[in-house]
């Protein structure tokens, strides 16, 4: 789980407490409910600014998903993460804890109103 998770060794302690605390109907319900979401109608009222980010190298699904997301919500921005160096699929889907200066310098502008990172690149959609 360790290497397939991406996670890093310092969190990988608290991950796997978590992980191990889900049952297996806990764990197939999380996958099937993964596997179910639609955008919910009425998304398109929701006026709160969003932001959407995906991996560059995420699966065709999830960035399909990140554009829909974006034009589903009028206030939404989406962007790929371009990771400086190479990461795993798996690294590069749990950035925030491979990456976590990056992920919060982002958080920190968003919240602020600031530019974001430059390894932010916009979606078109």
Known sequence: MKYAAGVPE?????????????????????????????????LERIQVPTLIVC???????????ARDLAGALPNARAYTIHHPGRLSLAEEHNWNMTAPDLFT?????????QPLPGELQPITY
């Open 10 to 42: 310092k969190y990988f302690q608290e991950f796997r407490r978590s992980f191990q605390g889900l049952n297996e109907s806990g764990f197939t319900n999380l996958m099937i409910e993964n596997q179910r979401f639609r955008i919910p109608a009425g």
């Open 55 to 65: 991996g560059q190298n995420e699966y065709a699904a999830m960035q399909q998903s």
């Open 105 to 113: 310098a982002m958080l920190r502008a968003w919240l602020n109103g």
